[in-house]
T-cell receptor
Framework: GENVEQHPSTLSVQEGDSAVIKCTYS??????FPWYKQELGKGPQLIID?????GEKKDQRIAVTLNKTAKHFSLHITETQPEDSAVYFC????????????FGTGTKLQVIP | SAVISQKPSRDICQRGTSLTIQCQVD?????MFWYRQQPGQSLTLIAT?????????ESGFVIDKFPISRPNLTFSTLTVSNMSPEDSSIYLC???????????FGPGTRLTVL
């Protein structure tokens, strides 16, 4: 089955700096890669996703990149703000019909004011 | 995206008892799932709740321990049976609304077993 590794497990950045979280996956058939943000006491929230037909996707301060050859994808947050502090999960699955979504181990991001 | 609610939001239960968690969606959805998130850990899929038929369980999870119902396209329940302290976790309901595997999560139920 699919295996998703995520690094780092914790990340502290100064407000205004950028944060990068990296994930690797094992199943070359995976072609859908969502990212979730989980704030304390809440359920995970889908913040951005990317499919294998593109290499990069951007939404305001958040961007994701995908390298299918190397089987890794990354989340980039620019101009970080204290409200970005949360746990972030990457995930991977195979598009089409329903295929199981496999989650990474999570990254706890702390943005220091 | 769909609006998902869960009841209860949290509970403290005694060992050996059972708790039923409800998941309600504000629109009809094709897929509903139940996840467990142990303290400080990632999300682990327990089962896919199938409307009108038995749930599909992942390896390591069995129906006797986690019975699931899904009577219609907007509602599902997960029961945690004969609880032990190891069952203390956040239980999350999620829904899939299209074929692209996008999933949206409910707020979770925080369960503590004493």
């Amino acid at each position: 089955g699919e295996n998703v590794e995520q690094h780092p497990s914790t990340l502290s950045v100064q407000e205004g700096d950028s944060a990068v979280i990296k994930c690797t996956y094992s199943d070359s058939a995976s072609n859908y890669f969502p990212w979730y943000k989980q704030e304390l006491g809440k359920g995970p929230q889908l913040i951005i996703d990317i499919r294998s037909n593109v290499g990069e996707k951007k939404d305001q301060r958040i961007a994701v990149t995908l390298n299918k050859t190397a089987k890794h994808f990354s989340l980039h947050i620019t101009e970080t703000q204290p409200e970005d502090s949360a746990v972030y999960f990457c995930a991977a699955s195979i598009n089409g019909g329903y295929q199981k979504v496999t989650f990474g181990t999570g990254t706890k991001l702390q943005v220091i004011p | 995206s769909a609006v998902i609610s869960q009841k209860p939001s949290r509970d403290i239960c005694q060992r050996g008892t059972s708790l039923t968690i409800q998941c309600q969606v504000d629109s009809q959805v094709t897929m509903m799932f139940w996840y467990r998130q142990q303290p400080g850990q990632s999300l682990t899929l327990i089962a896919t709740a199938n409307q009108g038929s038995e749930a599909t369980y992942e390896s390591g999870f069995v129906i006797d321990k986690f019975p699931i119902s899904r009577p219609n396209l907007t509602f599902s329940t997960l029961t945690v049976s004969n609880m032990s302290p190891e069952d203390s976790s956040i239980y999350l309901c999620s829904v899939g609304t299209n074929s692209y595997n996008e999933q949206f999560f409910g707020p979770g139920t925080r369960l503590t077993v004493l």
